[in-house]
């Protein structure tokens, strides 16, 4: 058992939450502060106009209080492992104020985000990257990028599913008759993939579309489904359960060649139709795990192919949820591998 100081987003959404969570699961002795306000349940509360004043400028106000947090800690306890998610709202100075109060203490910094491009990164987190010990990043490319920021080791880590959340749900006739669908897409708004779900419904094809941002599409077009709402907690795993076809879009803003919803819908037994890259093709065999395209006609092809063979469809997502346990995506066997790196250190 580790003792592990945990600063990240601890709203219950969260992927940061998930993996405090984990930890714990672990049998670690976790302490954990938020960065991040926390909403009530199944709420998110936007940022403040001063927020997006300070982030625009790339110095984020600490609205928290994690930086004296993390002083009021160093005279209470002593940890094995500094765990910062992200780390934009942490001061430069309060990161070389740990590293003085505990130098036998691994101080990490661990993001699923692009960490490299100017909208993912701010000043504190950029003059701040020489203190940590390890930069963790699910992006291939950050590896090296962020050493040119001044980062003294980094390494890779897989984006997961958190096992206690994204798994086969067997669902009441209610939650059937509001999540069944041919076919949807879960995400944020985003124009290109927009475009892409707008030409499958020109071209007959209904689509169900969860996430924010998506209110000037609700009406766009008959075969648009727009919910425009977060699915919290299981109801995402019940979303990807009640589809046939569950289509992963990348972000493209994010370089993104995998993300965490790439194992997360076969984790819950889902068929998986996502972008074609080089990183999602090491994750999962095309055809075989799951399936994938590069373009919107060849989308609209295999959304017409596989909602006709519903064995093959069936079949490939039940490999692909095999190959999510005998890869290790899981959330539990990517700590394990990063905390024995964080303690080699």
Not at 213 to 231: I, K, S, Y
Not at 295 to 302: C, P
Request: some cysteine; charged content about 25%; overall charge positive.
């Amino acid at each position: 058992m580790k003792k592990i100081l945990f600063i990240g987003d601890l709203n219950q959404y969260g992927r940061g939450y998930q993996r405090y969570q984990t930890l714990k699961e672990m049998g670690h002795d976790v302490v954990a502060y938020s960065h991040t306000y926390v909403s009530e349940p199944n709420k998110i509360r936007p940022p403040t106009l001063l927020y997006k004043i300070f982030w625009k400028l790339r110095i984020p106000l600490d609205d928290m209080g994690v930086n004296f947090a993390l002083r009021r800690e160093i005279k209470r306890n002593r940890y094995d492992v500094i765990w910062i998610e992200k780390g934009n709202m942490i001061w430069p100075w309060t990161l070389k104020h740990l590293k003085r109060a505990f130098p036998n203490s691994a101080l990490i910094s661990c993001s699923e985000d692009d960490m490299f491009v100017r909208h993912g990164h701010s000043l504190w987190y950029r003059w701040g990257i020489c203190n940590y010990d390890i930069i963790f990043t699910t992006k291939t490319y950050n590896l090296s990028e962020l050493l040119l920021f001044g980062a003294r080791r980094t390494s890779l880590f897989l984006d997961s599913y958190d096992e206690k959340k994204h798994k086969r749900m067997l669902l009441t006739d209610l939650q059937r008759k509001r999540f069944s669908a041919d076919v949807s897409a879960i995400g944020a708004f985003e124009n290109e993939r927009a475009m892409s779900m707008l030409y499958l419904a020109q071209n007959g094809i209904k689509i169900t579309i969860w996430g924010n941002g998506w209110a000037g599409w609700v009406g766009r077009h008959p075969n648009l489904d727009v919910r425009n709402e977060f699915l919290f907690g299981e109801d995402y795993s019940r979303a990807i359960s009640a589809t046939r076809i569950n289509i992963n879009f990348l972000r493209k803003i994010n370089r993104d060649e995998v993300t965490s919803r790439s194992v997360e819908i076969p984790a819950c037994g889902g068929f998986m139709l996502a972008e074609r890259t080089g990183r999602h093709l090491s994750f999962f065999e095309e055809g075989i795990e799951a399936e994938f395209f590069s373009s919107n006609q060849e989308l609209l092809e295999k959304v017409r192919i596989f909602l006709r063979k519903d064995l093959e469809r069936e079949k490939i997502a039940m490999a692909g949820y095999q190959r999510c346990i005998k890869s290790g995506y899981s959330m539990r066997a990517q700590l394990s591998t990063m905390l024995i790196q964080t303690l080699n250190v």
